[in-house]
């Protein structure tokens, strides 16, 4: 989770009463934190936003909303590349239940930051203290100490 992510959140919850934030669980791909971890990194860098929700889900993001009631999924946009793709999935989800996607451009400060960025940095001993939250910060550079 970079600063670019949370700075969506915070600012999707001024937009909205409820907020969720789900992380997918896909089984297939091996990350440098669990899914539990990823969560409880999540609740701790939202803990100030009281209409955040944080959960997780497997299928389709769709199938999540309609169950939870959700209409809007929030989707932060860094560059032309991200919508091009975006778009599709959002023309998918409204296609498939009715559920729209608003995009949000990302702050101009966070917009070169990607997690997979982060963590190359972070790897080669360069400081990312200024690019994620510092429980993240602090988590990431012990992880890669025990690799």
């Not at 009281?50 to 999924?73: H, M, Q, T």
């Not at 982060?118 to 602090?138: I, N």
Request: charged content about 25%.
């Amino acid at each position: 989770m970079t600063l670019g992510h949370l700075d969506i959140i915070e600012r999707a919850s001024r937009l909205y009463d409820e907020v969720y934030v789900a992380v997918f669980v896909n089984s297939s791909k091996k990350g440098l934190f669990s899914h539990g971890e990823r969560l409880e990194m999540l609740r701790e860098v939202t803990e100030h936003l009281s209409n955040v929700r944080i959960d997780s889900f497997k299928g389709l993001v769709v199938d999540y909303c309609k169950a939870n009631e959700i209409p809007v999924v929030v989707k932060g946009i860094r560059a032309a590349s991200d919508f091009d793709y975006e778009l599709q999935m959002a023309q998918m989800n409204h296609g498939l239940a009715d559920v729209e996607t608003l995009f949000m451009p990302t702050n101009r400060l966070y917009s070169f930051l990607s997690s997979s960025l982060v963590k190359d940095v972070a790897k080669w001993g360069g400081d990312v203290s200024a690019h994620v939250p510092q429980t993240v910060a602090r988590r990431l550079v012990a992880r890669l100490r025990e690799q």
